[in-house]
């Protein structure tokens, strides 16, 4: 998995009215769990952006004043009406303990059912995967070529090696539904088939007979 290198300054007053003076310097208060003890400390929301704004995942290598720790991203808190980053949860890993964590999926090829006018459909953009540091990949591939319309892939279709997924393996991932213009060519179809049908059904009757 990719990495990403963030300096960070320890906090020396915690409450509310320090974190409020934080964030009007435009820093973010930040808390550091899964270690020997907590972390609090902050950092400049501008240094956040290549981790925050993205789709991407990424373990973070944290330096709070020359102590380095490795982690991820766990929770992260936005103002509700300016949609600053308010806070940020950091848990601390090793890489000899697996670690749980949302990764992005990534469907690849051209899949059947689009070929026929059906359209795609991602259910889950991510999936908790579990496994060692080492092991996580940057994304979940899905290769999708075989998918019919209405046909599904779900976690139990899944298989990755070395890590694995903790949804529950009934849940959907990506499907193909019927659009619109597969409905339509269908009916036009089943129309085409059924005037074929009821053309050869009706007798004939040749003009000699008519005219006795």
Same mark, same amino acid.
């Given at each position: 998995m990719k990495t990403i290198e963030i300096k960070g300054l320890l906090r020396k007053d915690l409450? /509310? /009215?320090?974190s409020a003076a934080l964030r009007k310097k435009d820093d973010v208060? $930040? @808390?550091l769990?899964?270690? =020997? =003890? +907590? #972390?609090? &400390?902050h950092i400049p929301s501008l240094a956040l952006k290549n981790l925050v704004y993205t789709p991407n995942v990424y373990i973070v290598k944290l330096n709070v004043e020359g102590k380095e720790y490795d $982690? &991820?991203?766990k929770e992260i808190q936005f103002h509700p009406v300016s949609d600053k980053i308010n806070h940020i949860d950091f848990v601390q890993i090793f890489q000899d303990k697996p670690v749980v964590m949302n990764i992005p999926v990534h469907t690849t090829g051209n899949s059947i059912g689009i070929k026929k006018g059906g359209k795609l459909r991602l259910a889950n953009r991510t999936l908790k995967v579990k496994g060692l540091p080492k092991n996580l990949p940057d994304f979940l591939e899905i290769n999708v070529e075989?998918?019919?319309v209405g046909q599904t892939v779900k976690v139990g279709?899944? +298989?990755y090696k070395d890590i694995s997924i903790l949804n529950s393996s009934y849940e959907t991932i990506v499907s @193909?539904? #019927?659009?619109? #213009?597969t409905t339509k060519a269908e009916e036009e179809g089943e %129309?085409? =088939? %059924? %005037?074929a049908a009821a053309a050869i059904a009706t007798p004939t009757v040749p003009e000699t007979e008519e005219k006795k």
């Open positions: 409450g /509310k /009215k320090a208060p $930040c @808390v769990y899964g270690g =020997e =003890e +907590n #972390v609090n &400390f $982690c &991820f991203m075989d998918i019919d279709d899944l +298989n @193909v539904r #019927v659009s619109r #213009v %129309a085409a =088939e %059924a %005037a």
